[in-house]
């Protein structure tokens, strides 16, 4: 299993420009989130989907937009970029079996906006 | 509402020394799930521990070793005789079962470990 992989790993955008950032799991989970992670904080939830066809808000959603159309594929989308986007993002799925609530963390997104 | 706290912004110590990294938490809830990730310098997250509420025994795994105590809503992180290789940012984070399974991070401490 590739797990939970991220595409692109880096990217410069200007201010106002678009831009999707890919996230797909191969671990048949029903769970997948996107976080932000800014310098020296803690990852702060934006997104998450509960299954193909279900988001929802996180702590941050303001400037972003996702999609859930296949339990593998969780993108999400930049519109209008702003310079308080420029971030660490990272993507993550979990299966919700009894017991076991593990988030898997694909390996990131650094995106900067200028 | 849930609230992890790591009150440690930044540690330093010599290699081989024992170091603790604190976590506090909130929830009302009765049922949660505590976890630690380590974050190296390269940026993954990688997941160290999960502990649910019912279980209070702490836990050994080679050198770490984790104190889980619900009576100060704590879950502290030990490392013993580190080295250099466990230098990195290490978050502690909480979710509650149900709903979402939304998890809550620390601050992180940024643990660096001197030759």
């Known amino acids: ?114 | 509402a849930q609230k992890v706290t790591q009150a440690q912004t930044e540690i330093s110590v010599v290699e081989k020394e024992d170091v603790t990294l604190d976590c506090v938490y909130e929830t009302r809830d009765t049922t949660y799930y505590l976890f630690w990730y380590k974050q190296p310098p390269s940026g993954e997250l990688v997941f160290l521990i999960r502990r649910n509420s019912f279980d209070e025994q702490n836990e050994i795994s080679g050198r770490y070793s984790w104190n889980f105590q619900k009576s100060t809503s704590s879950f502290n992180f030990t490392i013993t005789a580190s080295q250099v290789v466990d230098s990195a940012v290490y978050f502690c984070a909480l979710t509650t079962q149900g709903g979402s399974e939304k998890l809550v991070f620390g601050k992180g401490t940024k643990l660096t470990v001197n030759p």
């Open chain 1, 1 to 114: 299993n590739a797990g939970v992989t991220q595409t692109p790993k880096f990217r410069i955008l200007k201010i106002g420009q678009s831009m999707t950032l890919q996230c797909a799991q191969d671990m048949n989970h029903n769970y997948m989130y996107w976080y932000r992670q800014d310098p020296g904080m803690g990852l702060k939830l934006i997104y998450y989907s509960v299954g193909a066809g279900i988001t929802d808000k996180g702590e941050v959603p303001n400037g972003y937009n996702v999609s859930r159309s296949t339990t593998e594929d969780f993108p999400l989308r930049l519109e209008l970029a702003a310079p308080s986007q420029t971030s660490v993002y990272f993507c993550a799925s979990s299966r919700r079996l009894a017991g076991d609530y593990e988030q898997y963390f694909g390996p990131g997104t650094r995106l900067t906006v200028t």
